[in-house]
Each structure stands twice: as C-alpha cells, then as structure tokens.
C-alpha cells in the first residue's frame, strides 16, 4: 500500500544547506554569473553567505551583519568593491573567460 504525500508536508528547500564546500559555492555563484542578472548574483551570493554564517562573513568582509544582509538580498544591486570582499570572505574569487573558450 502507498502512502500520498501532500505538498504541504514536504520540507522547504534550502539551498543554502547544499552548499557545503568552496566548490560547492563556487559553482553556484558561477551560475549567478551566467545568468547575467547582477540581482541574482547578490541573491547567489547572499545564500552562500547564509551557509557560511552570515555574521562569519560580515566580519571577513569588514561590513555590518545588517548591511550585509541588505546589500545581497534579492532585489539589490551591491558595489563592485562589496561583491569581491564577500566572495573573498567565501573563499572564491569571480575569473573572466572569452565567451567563445
């Protein structure tokens, strides 16, 4: 006999939770990044920073918790400087490539 599992029971996804390694933060924000939306890329980086302990990367960064939290929240669009100090804090770094490698 099988039991029906109603949508509502399921767990929420937490991508957050998959991100487990630098590669594995790496490989997501890459995606970010070839999607070509600079808000997606802070929401990307944003969840990376959420698996590594927000407050962890505030303070290798050198902002505040809160601003942190506001300049990678979905709809933002964070400085260039903000985006490699917070990659920096996660242990990745953004490479250029030719787009036709």
Known sequence: MTK???I???PDFDMARQLRSEEDIAA?????IEDGDASELAHALGIAARARGMSEIAKSAGITREALYKALR??????FDTIIRVCAALGVRLVA???HA
């Open 28 to 32: 997501y924000v890459t995606m970010a």
């Open 8 to 10: 509502a029971d399921l």
């Open 97 to 99: 490539q030719p787009i």
């Open 74 to 79: 979905p709809d933002a669009h964070p400085r």
């Open 4 to 6: 029906n599992i109603r």
